[in-house]
């Protein structure tokens, strides 16, 4: 989570979305096959996938998912709404009919899932989602995480690991990387209060983590319950940040899922 408290890294070409502040561009090809659009974990920011040009097809775009309140957009209050943020990407995202590949990791599988239901029911083309890290959103817990004191929320952060010691020191850092994940846990949380099932008309391919302690791999199997085009799940070693890594095996399923778009 360090990345969501510098500057942005982003230059150049990647800044050219002149669109708006919440897809950040990675890559943009004159004519793409698909669209890939890239959601992070919770506390993340769009820099989580700022190498993915590098490992991804040539024949898509790709974007990154920049929730205020990370890098550039640090300053602007965080939002605490699944049904806000999802209302703030479908009009961007339905802007261009090119199909749409999703890539979610934990937290982002969820945002991805929705945003997917959402475009979906307007007939927009979604050809794929990648769910990585996460339970299906039926199985995951009730805990009102946004609710704990600041101590016990801490405590939590370090459970799930992926946050440096030198930021958890340093009391700005910890002031603000708290107001970033009690938002994220306010949308996952406003979500899962009013969830309905939504079957997509695309396949999903599931990943999970070999050592991930925070997720099973019965919850990661139940997102099969949310497709009616096809579920297959791949297991890639490491733990519940090992898309840090840039595992091949991870490009592997992303690209497949491009080529059938």
């Not at 698909?34 to 989580?48: D, E, K, P, T, Y």
């Not at 995951?140 to 801490?154: F, G, V």
């Not at 946050?163 to 996952?188: A, C, H, N, W, Y």
């Amino acid at each position: 989570m360090r990345e969501l408290l510098r500057e942005s890294e982003f230059t150049g070409a990647e800044q050219e979305a002149g669109e708006s502040p919440w897809l950040k561009v990675l890559r943009k090809q004159s004519q793409p096959a698909c669209r890939l659009i890239c959601f992070a974990h919770i506390g993340g920011s769009a820099s989580v996938f700022r190498r993915w040009p590098e490992f991804v097809n040539d024949n898509a775009d790709i974007y990154a998912l920049q929730l205020p309140g990370r890098e550039e957009r640090r300053d602007e209050p965080v939002y605490s709404s699944m049904q806000a943020v999802v209302g703030e990407l479908i009009p961007l995202v339905m802007q261009d009919s090119t199909p749409v590949v999703l890539f979610g990791h934990s937290f982002g599988s969820v945002l991805a899932f929705s945003l997917a239901s959402r475009l979906t029911e307007r007939g927009a083309a979604v050809a794929g989602l990648v769910v990585s890290a996460k339970t299906a959103p039926h199985l995951n817990q009730r805990k009102k995480r946004s609710e704990l004191s600041d101590k016990q929320l801490l405590a939590d952060i370090r459970n799930m690991g992926g946050t440096p010691e030198s930021i958890m020191g340093d009391p700005l850092m910890v002031k603000q990387v708290m107001r970033v994940m009690r938002g994220d846990f306010s949308i996952l949380e406003s979500y899962e209060e009013s969830l309905h099932l939504t079957s997509l008309k695309c396949p999903i391919m599931a990943i999970e983590a070999e050592y991930d302690h925070l997720i099973s791999g019965k919850g990661i199997d139940a997102w099969c319950e949310y497709t009616q085009a096809g579920f297959n799940k791949k297991i890639i070693a490491g733990g519940h940040f090992y898309i840090n890594d840039h595992p091949q095996e991870l490009f592997d399923v992303v690209n497949s899922l491009i080529e059938q778009a």
